[in-house]
């Protein structure tokens, strides 16, 4: 397998490396080590060429808006963006998700979801295939549901933000459910709205479930932010704090931990507070959790570096780590499988032989003499042979696929059942001792990778902290500038270096990344 991408891979990989070498020339650095990764994965069957782990990865910070009907996530979007760019009411406005996109001109205009489905540049290209895998011929459709609005707000510069349609367990299709699956997994913020008015939180038992329980078991569950909307209209009742300690229990009950639950309401279309110290207690409530929520969507461009650096760190990892052992394990186990079934196999065929041998001389036809019969002697040897391997590598091939079916095809590393299909190919020994394109240069491809990745977190946090209390420009300057020559100097060789990583032996050598 040649180990290097595809031409429409170039091309999306040479587009995000245009952007990223004025927007952020560390990050341009990542996609060389990511492309470094890929020479990896292409050798030993973990990727196709028509795939980069640069692609599975957003690379612009993603703010998704989830929630029930009518808890006021359009309304908290045109506040927080300071226009009227989402209709909101009571009831349910839009039924497709708005990939909301910042654009200088001034008036905002609406693009249907094949703008976001034939855009490489935006993490839903080929959308429509996904959906076609839950319902077929559905991905045609991707119209009803996505959509592009475009705003000329600063505070949507360098982000994406996803209004969804209101959420309902029980009567959500499958494919906005996958949808909204993919969307919550590309995202580094997602914020989960209820409203505070109806229902109750016991009757949204399936709701609470899915925007709740399934996500408080994700290891990025720190990026769910759970709010409870137009609380204001608590501010009558009785005991106004019951209403959020029974939202608060029902949370509770589906493991969400104290910390990452809010209560706002929209100043502009809140319900009028008489009593002025519930008003004050009400209003310093809603300011407080609102400058969390802030700075937390402010925060998200930052948190995005890391994520990718971590992506990087984690990939390299997980294939020395994870991949490796499970293929060896598999490998063993296919080895050993494959040697008992040959034993029992021809050792049927010889006793079957031989007990047909008592009764009819059929060991006469096994006779070979190639001194008096030299052709015949030769054509049955070549049949006997012919034979024995056709049923060895039969039994191979079949005993592959088996286990093939026990390992995953989509982790975070790739295609591990591929991967393990690359290493039973016929020509590939039974007993060779490691994986098709582990080598000790992977080995060190991978070290690298992992080293760089660490000494990219170290430039990044000198961006922004500064331990000793002394600002001292040169270390992180130095270090910023290190990362970057090596990053440039690697991406120069890619003509005769990079035929040259083609082979099975050859390092994986990054390709010079285009200017804007």
């Given at each position: 397998?040649?180990?290097?991408?595809?031409?429409?891979?170039?091309?999306?990989?040479?587009?995000?490396?245009s952007?990223?070498?004025?927007?952020?020339p560390?990050?341009?650095?990542?996609v060389?080590?990511?492309?470094?990764?890929?020479?990896?994965?292409?050798?030993?069957?973990?990727?196709?060429?028509?795939?980069?782990?640069?692609?599975?990865i957003?690379?612009?910070?993603l703010?998704?808006?989830?929630?029930?009907?009518?808890?006021?996530?359009s309304?908290?979007?045109?506040?927080?963006?300071g226009q009227?760019l989402?209709?909101?009411?009571?009831?349910?406005v839009?039924?497709k998700?708005?990939?909301?996109?910042y654009?200088?001109?001034?008036?905002?205009?609406?693009l249907?979801?094949?703008?976001?489905?034939?855009?490489?540049?935006?993490?839903?290209y080929?959308?429509?295939?996904?959906?076609?895998?839950?319902?077929?011929?559905?991905?045609?459709?991707?119209?009803?549901?996505?959509?592009?609005?475009?705003?000329d707000?600063?505070?949507?510069?360098?982000?994406?933000?996803?209004?969804?349609?209101?959420?309902?367990?029980?009567?959500?299709?499958?494919?906005?459910?996958?949808?909204?699956?993919?969307?919550?997994?590309?995202?580094?913020l997602?914020?989960?709205?209820?409203?505070?008015?109806?229902?109750?939180p016991?009757?949204?038992?399936?709701?609470?479930?899915?925007?709740?329980?399934?996500?408080?078991r994700?290891?990025d569950?720190?990026?769910?932010?759970?709010i409870?909307?137009?609380?204001?209209?608590?501010?009558?009742?009785?005991?106004?704090e019951?209403?959020?300690?029974a939202?608060?229990?029902?949370?509770?009950?589906?493991?969400?931990t104290?910390?990452?639950?809010?209560?706002?309401?929209?100043?502009?279309?809140?319900?009028?507070?008489?009593?002025e110290?519930?008003?004050?207690?009400f209003?310093d409530?809603?300011?407080?959790?609102l400058?969390?929520?802030y700075e937390r969507?402010?925060?998200?461009?930052?948190?995005?570096?890391?994520?990718?650096?971590?992506?990087?760190?984690?990939?390299?990892?997980?294939?020395?780590?994870?991949?490796?052992?499970?293929?060896?394990?598999?490998?063993?186990?296919?080895?050993?499988?494959?040697?008992?079934?040959?034993?029992?196999?021809?050792?049927?065929?010889v006793?079957?032989?031989?007990?047909l041998n008592?009764?009819?001389?059929?060991l006469?036809?096994?006779?070979?003499?190639?001194?008096?019969?030299?052709?015949?002697s030769?054509?049955?040897?070549?049949?006997?042979?012919?034979?024995?391997?056709?049923?060895?590598?039969?039994m191979?091939?079949?005993?592959?696929?088996?286990?093939?079916?026990?390992?995953e095809?989509?982790?975070?590393?790739?295609?591990?059942?591929?991967?393990?299909?690359?290493?039973?190919?016929?020509?590939?020994?039974?007993?060779h001792?490691?994986?098709a394109?582990?080598?000790?240069?992977?080995?060190?491809?991978?070290?690298s990778?992992?080293?760089d990745a660490?000494?990219?977190?170290?430039t990044?946090?000198?961006?922004f902290?500064?331990?000793?209390?002394?600002?001292?420009?040169?270390p992180q300057?130095?270090?910023l500038?290190?990362?970057?020559?090596k990053?440039?100097?690697?991406?120069?060789h890619?003509?005769?270096?990079g035929?040259?990583?083609?082979?099975?032996?050859?390092?994986?050598?990054?390709?010079?990344?285009?200017?804007?």
């Open positions: 397998m040649l180990a290097r991408p595809d031409k429409s891979i170039a091309e999306r990989l040479a587009k995000l490396e952007h990223l070498e004025n927007e952020n560390l990050l341009l650095d990542a060389i080590r990511f492309k470094k990764l890929d020479r990896v994965a292409y050798r030993m069957g973990l990727l196709p060429n028509s795939e980069s782990y640069a692609t599975r957003p690379w612009w910070p703010i998704t808006v989830l929630g029930t009907f009518s808890a006021g996530k309304s908290f979007i045109n506040h927080f963006l009227d989402q209709l909101t009411g009571n009831q349910a839009d039924d998700f708005t990939v909301v996109c654009s200088a001109q001034r008036e905002s205009r609406v249907p979801g094949i703008a976001l489905d034939s855009d490489p540049r935006f993490p839903f080929q959308m429509s295939s996904e959906i076609d895998k839950v319902s077929l011929g559905e991905g045609r459709r991707i119209d009803a549901y996505l959509q592009m609005k475009t705003c707000s600063e505070k949507v510069s360098g982000k994406i933000i996803i209004d969804s349609p209101g959420f309902d367990a029980d009567d959500q299709r499958n494919e906005t459910l996958r949808l909204t699956n993919h969307i919550i997994d590309i995202s580094d997602v914020l989960v709205f209820f409203d505070a008015r109806h229902p109750e016991g009757a949204m038992h399936d709701t609470l479930d899915h925007l709740v329980g399934d996500t408080i994700r290891n569950s720190e990026k769910f932010l759970y409870l909307n137009q609380i204001d209209t608590a501010a009558r009742e009785d005991n106004p019951a209403v959020v300690a939202w608060q229990r029902a949370l509770a009950q589906k493991g969400l104290a910390g990452r639950f809010y209560a706002i309401y929209n100043e502009e279309v809140a319900v009028p507070i008489d009593d110290t519930v008003r004050k207690r209003e409530k809603r300011d407080a959790d400058a969390d929520i969507i402010h925060q998200v461009e930052v948190e995005r570096s890391y994520r990718i650096i971590g992506a990087l760190d984690h990939i390299a990892t997980d294939i020395e780590n994870v991949v490796i052992p499970r293929l060896k394990a598999a490998l063993k186990r296919w080895t050993k499988i494959v040697l008992i079934a040959d034993t029992v196999v021809f050792g049927a065929i006793t079957a032989i031989a007990l008592a009764r009819v001389d059929v006469a036809f096994f006779a070979l003499d190639f001194t008096l019969q030299p052709v015949v030769t054509i049955k040897a070549v049949v006997i042979v012919t034979a024995v391997l056709m049923i060895h590598f039969s191979r091939k079949f005993i592959a696929k088996w286990i093939a079916r026990t390992l095809t989509d982790t975070r590393a790739g295609d591990l059942r591929q991967a393990f299909l690359r290493n039973t190919r016929t020509l590939r020994s039974l007993f001792p490691a994986p394109g582990w080598t000790s240069r992977a080995k060190r491809t991978l070290a990778v992992v080293a660490s000494a990219f977190v170290q990044m946090n000198d961006r902290t500064s331990p000793s209390g002394v600002i001292a420009e040169s300057a130095e270090m500038k290190v990362v970057e020559a990053g440039r100097a690697e991406s120069s890619r003509t005769e270096a035929d040259q990583a083609d082979t099975e032996q050859s390092d994986p050598v990054a390709d010079k990344p285009s200017g804007s």
